[in-house]
């Protein structure tokens, strides 16, 4: 026998065998990760069928993890973040008792209560001229520049395009996660042609997750489908379809939330329905 043409053969066949199996692994794993351009047909003329309106196109094929959120609210520590946003600056009023805080430097001031922040400029608006007003686009990309500079991490914030309002800039911000918005936690956003002039609202920042990697989420297949039994939303034309998170807006005077995975479906009007990942209910925004 020739142990040598035998041997080679062999380290073939384990060679052959493993790509195999590592091939069988992966279809598994996309087995959970996606759902089937088969489903996602189904789905649409399933709703056409009963008055609904989608594209194909906008249902995401992919499965989003089961977790949590964790949030930390950025006031946990009023002077840290009056460090980062002030620098030098006067505590002009500090009641422990009703959470009241206000700091004032040179240049602005920053106000927090259980209702949110304030952070403002000492100085007059600058508005762009009319004939010069940057494109809400060029503007988001600006926006985020300077908050950058005032310490929010750009990767963890997504400005809205918004609209000029004479000569200011006015947006809303929402905190990311891997990419994926955090919504019910938002700040609003005034800039002049010199830069953000005021910031006021809520803010936290994603801290950890908790998994429950045993139980998936509902398939947006499913949620769709769901629609057709909604009286409120009948001959609906669904234009956006996003997986994001959601925060209840009863904990944001809390130092610590949780943001759970959701379901937003917008219709052609700009209307947004939430609903629950995991229960498959509509909740309020």
């Known amino acids: ?45 399933v709703l056409e069928k009963n008055g609904l309106t989608v594209s194909k196109d906008i249902i995401p094929n992919r499965r989003p993890d089961n977790q949590n959120v964790v949030m930390r609210n950025i006031f946990d520590d009023t002077q840290e973040i009056a460090d980062i946003l002030l620098g030098e600056y006067e505590v002009t009023k500090q009641d422990d ?8 430097s040179s240049r602005a001031e920053l106000r927090s209560s259980d209702e949110g922040f304030i952070f403002t400029l000492l100085k007059s608006p600058v ?9 809400p686009e060029d503007m988001q990309t600006k926006v985020l520049d300077q908050l950058a500079k005032l310490g929010f991490a750009k990767k963890e914030i997504f400005v809205d395009k918004g609209h000029m309002e004479e000569g200011l800039y006015r947006s809303f911000a929402v905190p990311l996660y891997r990419g994926m918005k955090i919504y019910g936690v938002s700040m609003e956003i005034v800039a002049d042609s010199e830069g953000v002039v005021s910031l006021s609202g809520n803010w936290f920042k994603p801290e950890k997750t908790e998994s429950y990697e045993k139980e998936q989420l509902l398939d947006i297949t499913a949620v769709l489908t769901g629609l057709i039994y909604r009286e409120d939303c ?5 234009s956006v379809i ?8 009863d904990y944001l005077n809390s130092r610590e939330l949780v943001a759970v995975p959701v379901y937003i479906i917008q219709d052609e009007k700009g209307n947004k329905v939430y609903f629950d990942a995991r229960m498959g209910n509509m909740i309020a925004e």
């Open 127 to 135: 508005p762009y001229v009319k004939e010069k007003e940057p494109t």
């Open 242 to 249: 996003e997986s994001a998170y959601h925060v209840s807006g």
């Open 1 to 45: 026998m020739n142990w040598g043409r035998a041997k080679t053969i062999l380290i073939i066949l384990f060679l052959v065998t493993d790509i195999f199996l590592s091939y069988i692994l992966v279809q598994t794993k996309m087995g959970t990760t996606r759902i089937s351009n088969e489903t996602i047909l189904t789905t649409v003329q």
């Open 97 to 104: 008792g009703q959470h009241i805080y206000q700091y004032t």
């Open 234 to 238: 009948k001959n609906m034309k669904i």
